[in-house]
């Protein structure tokens, strides 16, 4: 089994909405992709409520079959649009993918 972490640091603004704003609709575009991508086991999007100043934002827990799936998940039409959108939300992002 794979596990796939990604956690981002969101601008103040961005396409017109606050920062709160952009991480539901990042919350809500990630777990769209539940039952689109063959392998994709679970997916959990949270927010952070610390607000410490090394902490970030918005992280994603995701878990697959294999590293195929892992790949399939990254190639997906979806997932590309939303590192596009992404783009202009984030100025930061940290990923770990671990094996178990």
Known sequence: MIKHIV???LNDSAYG???SENAVKLKNKLLAMKGKVNGLINIEVGFDFSNE???CDVVLYSEFEGKQALKEYQLHPDHEEIKRWLSEVRYER???DYEI
Do not use: G, P
Request: no cysteine; aromatic share 8%; net charge positive.
């Open 53 to 55: 100043k090394d902490s």
């Open 7 to 9: 956690m981002w640091r």
């Open 17 to 19: 909405r606050s920062k």
């Open 94 to 96: 940290r990923v770990v």
